[in-house]
Nanobody
Framework: QLQASGGGLVQAGGVLRLSCPVS????????MAWFRQAPGKEREFVAAIKWRDGSTRYTNSVKGRFTVSRDSAKDTVYLQMNNLKLEDTAIYYC????????????????WGQGTQVTVSS
């Protein structure tokens, strides 16, 4: 079970760090991702990381502001979110997939409970 945590209410320009324990998926051929879903919108890809080598991928709107990382010792994936904007408000989910890798939600096989991120002005 993937359980994202670390969300909250923050002012625009603020910082949050999301965490997701991934012990069941901390193996070479697994990939981890963060998605988000705002009210009335489809779930969208935010960032992903390959467990094997730590290579990352981001959606354009978060490049330079968000950083996805993994801690192999703790089997945890993080999403560091800096300079948060109003449009980052959403429920954030972590997801895992074995082998496949892409931005579409249907590529990702395992999902957990999300964590709410609210950015205020």
């Amino acid at each position: 079970q993937l359980q994202a945590s670390g969300g909250g209410l923050v002012q625009a320009g603020g910082v949050l760090r999301l965490s997701c324990p991934v012990s069941e998926y901390a193996f070479a051929n697994y990939h981890m991702a963060w998605f988000r879903q705002a009210p009335g919108k489809e779930r969208e890809f935010v960032a992903a990381i390959k467990w094997r080598d730590g290579s990352t991928r981001y959606t354009n709107s978060v490049k330079g502001r968000f950083t996805v990382s993994r801690d192999s010792a703790k089997d945890t994936v993080y999403l560091q979110m800096n300079n948060l904007k109003l449009e980052d408000t959403a429920i954030y989910y972590c997801a895992a997939t074995f082998g496949r890798y892409g931005v579409r939600p249907d590529v990702w096989e395992s999902w957990g409970q999300g964590t709410q991120v609210t950015v205020s002005s």
